[in-house]
């Protein structure tokens, strides 16, 4: 019976997958649809898993598509990973996910890695609601969707390149003051591993005078009246 896995792979550190993801790689799945063939393979040649791939990322998730679903129609069990965390999460899968839906096919997700939960449960800020806005627009509508993040009474994660940070951090200063708290976490799970808690002028300052690398991710507090 052909079913579709969604596999989350680590976001960093190699021992952050489960048993059960690695047993689907290996003995479950027919093809792997990777984000990277190239960094998913080295991923299985640490597994030592030994298994056919297929590119399936922004740039051809919409050709793909199609193909894809008739080989799953046909009896094909495929696993999903993207470069890093859970398949969807601002990363493809989402049209994927919806056509197996349409069509009937059975998708079942795997719990595992996801960059957004440790950033949050580790910033000290308020779990138990938040908001997950990905990556804010680059230009149309950015400010409009800043000032919305910082009049809302809920924790705010979002996603950030090393090289817009300081940008990020700048505006929303501008419109939330220097004194809202946040955090920013750098390369999670990995050596340099790194979690920064302050008001957003502090990170401002503390950024400003430090070269930025690695996935970043920002943990910003609600408003409060």
Do not use: W
């Not at 894809?68 to 009896?75: C, D, Y």
């Not at 999460?89 to 719990?111: K, N, T």
């Amino acid at each position: 019976m052909s079913k579709l896995y969604l596999v989350p792979t680590p976001i960093g550190n190699l021992e952050d997958i489960t048993l059960r993801a690695i047993r689907i790689l290996r003995d479950e799945a027919d093809l792997i649809l990777a984000e990277d063939t190239r960094k998913t393979s080295i991923l299985l040649r640490h597994l030592e898993i030994s298994k056919p791939m297929l590119a399936f990322h922004q740039h051809n998730e919409h050709q793909q598509l199609n193909r894809i679903v008739n080989r799953l129609q046909g009896g094909e069990t495929m696993a999903l990973v993207s470069d890093a965390g859970t398949p969807a999460i601002s990363d493809p899968g989402f049209l994927l996910v919806r056509a197996c839906v349409e069509q009937q096919i059975e998708v079942e997700c795997l719990p595992g890695a996801t960059a957004f939960v440790p950033a949050l449960v580790n910033s000290g800020l308020p779990a138990d609601r938040f908001v997950f806005e990905g990556f804010l627009p680059h230009k149309k509508g950015r400010q409009t969707k800043i000032q919305a993040i910082v009049n809302q009474p809920y924790t705010t994660i979002l996603y950030e390149s090393p090289h817009r940070l300081l940008k990020t951090l700048q505006q929303f200063l501008e419109f939330a003051g220097p004194d809202r708290k946040a955090t920013v976490s750098r390369e999670l799970t990995k050596i340099y591993e790194e979690t920064v808690r302050g008001t957003l002028a502090e990170l401002i300052n503390y950024f400003g005078q430090a070269e930025v690398k690695g996935e970043i991710v920002i943990v910003i507090s609600g408003f409060a009246e």
